[in-house]
């Protein structure tokens, strides 16, 4: 339903209707509407951060780890799209602490492929790129949430590789 | 109000509201809120399909180009962060001919920079790509609406060049 109309556009009330409870007992599960956003949000920001760490502790060429990060990445946004449209669409609805730690995640996240930049160009294999560079190659992955098909004739995991083939070239020293 | 609250959340009587006029005289001067919606963002798509045009129109070199598109597709955004937050996060909330029109834009804008990269390869500054990477390299700007900060240290006109030297790259054969 935030995916669809937009978190500001859906009260509490529609949301318990849609699951079969009244407002009451909705609270009794929530304490508010941002606690569901901030739900869904942290969960998948929380399981890309994990996935990231766990890429670069088993994985050691640069190039590998860029195209493993990239397949994961794309894989979770194809999969999850409502989700992700939540996530990338309405970060700015948070407040708060909640509105901190997932501020916090994604910075995280960004600096898991910064570190893989930097590692890969300790090994020659990566030129230095600063912050904001990083940000723009994450954007072609962020942004597909907008266009990405998951009933259209291209795959997440060709999609994934593409990318991974734009960004290793624009890694070369 | 639609890039701070929601498309979905504002009402057409907040609007008049803050325009200082009454529900029946704001329909005077627009048909519904989707008309305004349509506007914000025909403005923006075809002031960009029109810069694209007028570049490729005078300058040949095929990495001039792409910096050239770069610039002016990073100070579009840069310089109207609220109007270009509401055309990519509220395109799918348009319906029928309008929503079809946007859509149209989008894709001849899209298009603007294929043909610059299969006119660059024709002469062999650049290798041929997907319609989906290309998809992939304007999401680097587009998702930027997210993050860039008007009041950051970093300036337009540094990501444009940075985002650019990202593409070409990633374009070399």
Request: proline share 17%.
């Given at each position: 339903m935030f995916a669809e109309k937009g978190y500001h556009a859906v009260g509490i009330a529609e949301i318990g209707k849609a699951v079969g409870l009244t407002r009451g007992a909705l609270y009794h599960h929530i304490s508010s509407k941002e606690e569901l956003l901030y739900e869904i949000s942290v969960q998948y920001i929380s399981d890309l951060v994990r996935s990231g760490e766990d890429i670069l502790g088993r994985e050691v060429d640069p190039e590998m780890r860029i195209l493993l990060l990239s397949r994961y990445l794309m894989e979770t946004i194809f999969c999850n799209q409502a989700e992700m449209t939540v996530c990338f669409r309405e970060v700015n609805s948070l407040t708060g602490e909640r509105r901190r730690f997932i501020a916090r995640m994604h910075l995280e996240y960004q600096r898991l492929w910064e570190r893989c930049i930097v590692e890969g160009a300790a090994k020659g294999a990566f030129r230095k790129i600063t912050p904001v560079e990083v940000k723009g190659l994450l954007g072609m992955y962020f942004y597909s949430f907008l266009w990405l098909?998951?009933?259209?004739?291209?795959g997440a995991g060709d999609i994934a590789d593409r990318f991974a083939g734009l960004v290793i070239r624009s890694l070369r020293p």
């Open positions: 098909d998951p009933k259209g004739t291209v």
